[in-house]
């Protein structure tokens, strides 16, 4: 079954408000085994709205359709499935009467105007809005060759649209797709690129390959998400482990985590494990690792704080750090170990973490700058160092990611290089969330 998510309202179409309903609803259906082919994002305009219901009736099997069903001038939903569907709207009497309830219960006049909600094409179901006034919409719109596509239609508002997918769609649903469902599992890697990420595995992403493996790049993360299908999430899973497995054999400690998990989420863990503490200084990245460790619920024990350096001056003034080295060039490895040190022994911490300043950012270089990590702990200081290139967008958060990499792969007593020469083993697997 395929299926298309229609999104209505000006407020996206403008850029005013961020479409998750149609997130949240696709993820909602794969998990059904229903694949979703479109995404469709329109105005609150009759004859806009009524082209696209026409146009993917004739192209999917199901439309999940969100907005449009309130009671002012311009939520045109109901109108447009009406007219798509070639039937006048009639009165739903039982939805009127929830309506009229509803607003008694809130002790309000019920304005006429929100009679138009309980207005439903002719044929169609109401689906029940237990805590809103917009019954939602079941329905069948023809085609041209004969057949029909089912629609849902459900209000925006995305508590009241959830509320409705689980007490009434997604058992409709279930039973409409043959019982057949998907379920996704995602690993996260860092440490090479994404193109020498693919070859580390030989034929796993390959089309038409079950399960299927989808590679993808956010921050310098990669995340491969391995998808199966099955009679029942026991199945899937049955399906989706020896592909795990094989990743792991294959990249070792690039793989640092599993569904949500970040690299703060993965070193936090590691300093839990071994009952180690940590303290940071930052430069480059400007206290965007200590902003990640704060809000990492495994690190809470562990992570002592920080420091931020905005200058040499400011340098000069952090306790610990020796005189003259404000003198040195920021991006500099001479930075990078004085600060490492610096914050390990102000905040009495097994390990110190540092990034230095970036080099200046010139768009015109062929060739690019460095940028140094420090990592102390009670047998001294490291230093490691990755280039400085690409965009500048990008630089701050991949940066402070490697700094928390060099920590992860230390915690795991592995030596750490800066460039590729990270070479995958089989280590220790990350813990899986249960």
Not at 129 to 147: C, E, F, K, Y
Not at 266 to 289: D, H, S
Request: proline share 6%.
């Amino acid at each position: 079954m395929l299926a298309e998510v229609i999104s209505i309202g000006d407020e996206l179409t403008s850029g005013q408000r961020l479409d998750t309903n149609s997130q949240w609803l696709s993820e909602r259906l794969g998990e059904l085994g229903i694949r979703v082919l479109y995404h469709t994002t329109v105005a609150d305009e009759l004859a806009a709205n009524v082209g696209v219901f026409r146009q993917a009736a004739e192209r999917v099997d199901l439309i999940l359709a969100t907005g449009g069903l309130g009671p002012t001038a311009d939520d045109l939903t109901r109108d447009a499935l009406a007219q798509a569907a070639g039937v006048p709207l009639m009165l739903d009497e039982p939805s009127l009467a929830h309506i009229k309830a509803l607003f008694a219960r809130r002790e309000r006049p019920m304005p006429e105007r929100n009679v138009v909600q309980a207005m439903l094409p002719d044929g169609s179901r109401a689906i029940p809005n237990p805590h809103g006034s917009a019954p939602g919409i079941d329905m069948v719109l023809p085609r041209a060759d004969g057949g029909g596509c089912r629609v849902f239609s459900l209000p925006g508002v995305p508590a009241e649209m959830r509320e409705m997918w689980s007490g009434t769609v997604e058992g409709e649903l279930a039973n409409l797709s043959g019982g057949r469902i998907i379920r996704h599992f995602r690993l996260k890697c860092f440490g090479v690129g994404e193109s020498d990420l693919e070859a580390m595995l030989p034929d796993l992403i390959r089309r038409g390959r079950t399960p299927s493996v989808g590679i993808t790049v956010s921050g310098a993360t990669i995340t491969l998400r391995i998808t199966a299908e099955g009679a029942s999430a026991d199945a899937c899973q049955a399906a989706i482990g020896p592909t795990i497995e094989t990743i792991h054999g294959c990249l070792g400690t690039l793989v640092f985590g599993e569904e949500d998990d970040e690299l703060e989420h993965a070193a936090a863990r590691l300093l839990q494990e071994r009952g180690a503490t940590l303290a940071t200084a930052e430069w480059g990245t400007g206290g965007l690792i200590a902003r990640w460790l704060t809000e990492a619920p495994q690190a809470a024990a562990h992570y002592r704080g920080g420091f931020v350096a905005t200058s040499a001056e400011s340098l000069a003034r952090l306790p610990g750090v020796p005189a003259g080295v404000g003198e040195q060039p920021p991006a500099s490895a001479e930075v990078a170990a004085a600060l490492a040190a610096a914050c390990r022994d102000t905040f009495h911490a097994d390990y110190g973490l540092s990034v230095s300043a970036f080099p200046p950012f010139d768009p015109q270089a062929t060739t690019p700058g460095t940028v140094y990590f420090g990592l102390a702990d009670k047998r001294g200081v490291s230093v490691k160092s990755t280039p400085y290139w690409g965009h500048p967008d990008i630089l701050k958060t991949r940066c402070a990611k490697h700094a928390l990499n060099v920590l992860r792969l230390a915690l795991f007593g592995r030596r750490v290089s800066g460039d590729k020469k990270n070479l995958p083993q089989r280590t220790q697997r990350p813990r899986r969330k249960r």
